[in-house]
């Protein structure tokens, strides 16, 4: 177990006599005769956040991945076909750039779509919160729909 010096609070190995500082762990003094309280015990470390839920749904997630790239892609591609149909009739550039949107759009739709639908899955197996003492906010009423308080 790592010695902790009770003058400088540097950490040591086991095995250390002496502090970098001047302090003796042997005689539990500094070089100038002083005496230190032994340290106080670190406090135990903060604990880990918890790791992210895995999805059931492993290629679903890679999907929604894939489409977000693809869109992407497409958006580039079309843009290109644009600049070079740059001296096209403008009814033909105007077309392009719809038909680029709407791809852009569809490919974003679904991926969006199955993100969508993992969320849902994972929300319905989650449990609940608990409710109050006082059984939630049922405001008096039996688990029949009438009051019990008459």
Known sequence: ????????????????????????????????????????????????????????????????????????????LYLVVIVLLGDAPAVVLLGKVLEGVLAVALLFVVGEGLNLGIGIEANTRREPPEQGAAGGAGGGESPEGRSSNR
């Open 1 to 76: 177990m790592p010695k902790t010096c009770p003058a400088c609070r540097l950490v040591h190995p086991s095995t250390a006599s002496r502090c970098d500082c001047g302090y003796d762990f042997v005689s539990g003094r500094d070089v100038f005769g002083r005496v230190y309280p032994p340290p106080a015990p670190l406090p135990p470390p903060a604990p880990l956040p918890p790791l992210p839920p895995r999805t059931r749904f492993p290629l679903a997630s890679a999907l929604v991945g894939i489409f977000r790239v693809l869109a992407v892609l497409v958006g580039v």
